[in-house]
Nanobody, 120 residues
Framework: VQLVESGGGSVQVGGSLRLSCVAS????????MGWYRQAPGKQRELVAG???????NYADSVKGRFTVSRDNAKNTVYLQMNSLSVEDTAVYYC???????????????WGQGTQVTVSS
């Protein structure tokens, strides 16, 4: 499966962006996914998660500002980001972990990432 992110860019503090992650086939309706980000010199961190059943979870740092949603018909997941701050600057990645056998082994699939830069 291929994942392609888009929607990144440069915005000022307080601005908004909506990221998209398009999958090459229908996977989001049957699998949970996550939006991650990685800032320079820092580890990749989970920003938001969306289960196949529609449950969401967010990192404390983005709660109330970011919203993850899904359009199954378009094989697309979105990350709406509002009230952006300089600390949100990072490369944002879409991730799906797919189980590949009955033993439960799984493979992580990642997109190429999209850069978000927030300036003051």
């Amino acid at each position: 499966v291929q994942l392609v992110e888009s929607g990144g860019g440069s915005v000022q503090v307080g601005g908004s962006l909506r990221l998209s992650c398009v999958a090459s086939r229908d996977i989001f309706s049957m699998n949970g996914m996550g939006w991650y980000r990685q800032a320079p010199g820092k580890q990749r961190e989970l920003v938001a998660g969306l289960s196949s059943g529609g449950e969401t979870n967010y990192a404390d740092s983005v709660k109330g500002r970011f919203t993850v949603s899904r359009d199954n018909a378009k094989n697309t997941v979105y990350l709406q980001m509002n009230s952006l701050s300089v600390e949100d600057t990072a490369v944002y990645y879409c991730n799906v972990r797919l189980v590949v056998n009955v033993e439960g082994d799984a493979v992580d699939h990642w997109g190429q990432g999209t850069q978000v830069t927030v300036s003051s």
